[in-house]
């Protein structure tokens, strides 16, 4: 358990400054008008994801999943596993399932954020 924790820990720290990278070299290339580096590190996080979920089952890789999956792109971008939650839903035949937990983790997760934003504002008001 605690050397699971470990890769995951430092796959996460070399996911977070991949993010940052690509965050501060997308902004330098196009400027900060539209969040292009998120957009861009969870469209990119989500095709790894993607890629390495079928070449870990194919070579038997699957034990680095905690230090790549969890780790490196979960520190690069959660969205990567939002979207394998989501297309794994989609894949075993809940359609309904899947576009629940789109809709609701969209929506709710936005809501959560703008309800922090108000408890911190109304906080240190």
Known sequence: MIGTAVQ???GGA???VMRYLVGVGVFRLWGGGFPL???????FGSFLMGVFVVAAAHRGLTHL????MTGILGGFTTFSAFSLEAVTLYERGALGQAALYVGLSVV????GLMF????ARAAFA
């Open 8 to 10: 995951v820990a430092l």
């Open 108 to 111: 709710l997760s936005i809501g």
């Open 37 to 43: 580096g998120v957009l861009s590190v969870n469209i």
């Open 14 to 16: 070399i996911g977070a």
């Open 65 to 68: 999943s905690p230090f790549v």
């Open 116 to 119: 922090g934003l108000w408890a």
